[in-house]
Each structure stands twice: as C-alpha cells, then as structure tokens.
C-alpha cells in the first residue's frame, strides 16, 4: 500500500527558509490523487498549508500564500515543501498526506518536527 | 480561531456511547459532504476514521459512525474502549479559497 515518509532539516533559522519532502512508496505520485502538507504546531491543532497534483497545479491557505512553494518531482515519485521567511509560529510537526478525493487525507507520513530558533 | 467548532474535550466510561460535534457553515460542512473525522494517539500521526460524513475506511471498526444535520457534523463511539482515547479532529471541504479547513480537535478521555 502507499507509505509516505517526510524529510528534512529539523532546525531551521529565523527568517530562513524550511524545506521538507515527502517520498512516495508503493504507489506512483502521477495517480489520481492531490497530494498536501498539512502542520500541527506543539500542543495545538491541524492545519492545511496546500496541495499539489502530479500536473505541478497547486492550492494554498491564503494565510501562507505569500511564503509557501509546493513542487512535484515525478521522476523520483517525490513532492516538496518550501517555507519562505519562518517565525517561531512555524515551528510544528509537518505531516504530508495524500488526499483521496472527497473522502479526505487518507494516507500520512508519521510527520517531522520543524522548529524555528536560532 | 479554528474555521471548525468542536468541544476541547469530552469523556466516557467504557461500554458507554459518546457524541463529538463539528459545527461549520453553509461554505462547508453545511455545503458539502465531505466532512471526515481523524483519530490522533499521542506523537503519532491522524487516521482516517469517517468520509464523507459516514463512510468508514476498510478496517476502522463500526463502532465509529458519523452523520450530519445542517451545518453540524457529529461523530459517534459506541462501546467505548480504552484504545479509543485520543485526540479526534474533523475537517471539511470549503468553498473559500482554503479548500480544507479543519476543527480545534476534541480530547476524547475514558474514564
């Protein structure tokens, strides 16, 4: 079945830039599914930061528009996330999932933790 | 300010039956069913438990159901199990330009 696995740094500078991806396993990122991040800062809960399709379309929170990139590599069955400009409110566990239609995100990667600091 | 309403936390004895709400808007629970539940244990990551509305996975027991009235979304445990304690989140598709929004989450204690 589909795994999903997160990567990157686990510490990231203020006003520097958090870079995750999330590898695709047992299934291919050109399927018919978006693809999203999603975070959960400590103690707190969810929130949708985007999605993309294997077409490199994409849809953003409004709230982070302006500092979220989100990319598809279909040749290493991979997606990505970058986040311009990171405060201390960026610090989360960063989860990416897949999204299977109406029905929700039903497939997540266990997460990693982020944290902004100097 | 989470764009779903859910209570911070209910609780239950096992055997017992519990009720958690999501309450949204005409943009989306209201306006679509497509409203899912996440179960979370503690460091690990959500689960999938109900889609649209009250449809559950392959494998998720049928003690969790879910349903709708307006623009409030309700999941059900029947039988309470201690395994059930965890934090429980509902999302919806939104009409806004978010696209999914999710609820404040619900700690759900068996006593």
């Known amino acids: 079945q589909v795994q999903l696995q997160e990567s990157g740094p686990g510490l990231v500078k203020p006003s520097g830039t958090l870079s995750l991806t999330c590898a695709v396993s047992?299934?291919?990122?050109?399927?018919?599914?978006?693809w999203s991040w999603i975070r959960q800062p400590p103690g707190k809960g969810l929130e949708w930061i985007g999605e993309i399709y294997h077409s490199g379309s994409t849809n953003y929170n409004p709230s982070l528009k302006s500092r979220v990139t989100i990319s598809v590599d279909k040749s290493k069955n991979q997606f990505s996330l970058k986040l311009s400009s990171v405060t201390a409110a960026d610090t989360a566990v960063y989860y990416c999932?897949?999204?299977?239609?109406?029905?929700?995100?039903?497939?997540w990667g266990k997460g990693t933790t982020v944290t902004v600091s100097s | 300010q989470s764009a779903l309403t859910q209570p911070a936390s209910v609780s239950g004895s096992p055997g017992q039956s519990i009720t958690i709400s999501c309450t949204g808007t005409?943009?989306?629970?209201?306006?679509?069913?497509?409203v899912s539940w996440y179960q979370q244990h503690p460091g690990k990551a959500p689960k999938l438990m109900i889609y649209?509305?009250?449809n559950r996975p392959s494998g998720v027991s049928n003690r969790f159901s879910g349903s709708k009235s307006g623009n409030t979304a309700s999941l059900t445990i029947s039988g309470l199990q201690a395994e059930d304690e965890a934090d429980y989140y509902c999302s919806s598709y939104t009409s806004s330009s978010i696209n999914w929004v999710f609820g404040g989450g619900t700690k759900l204690t068996v006593l």
């Open positions: 999932a897949r999204e299977y239609g109406s029905r929700g995100m039903d497939v």
């Open positions: 005409s943009s989306d629970v209201g306006g679509y069913n497509y």
């Open positions: 047992g299934g291919s990122i050109s399927s018919s599914n978006w």
């Open positions: 649209e509305v009250s």
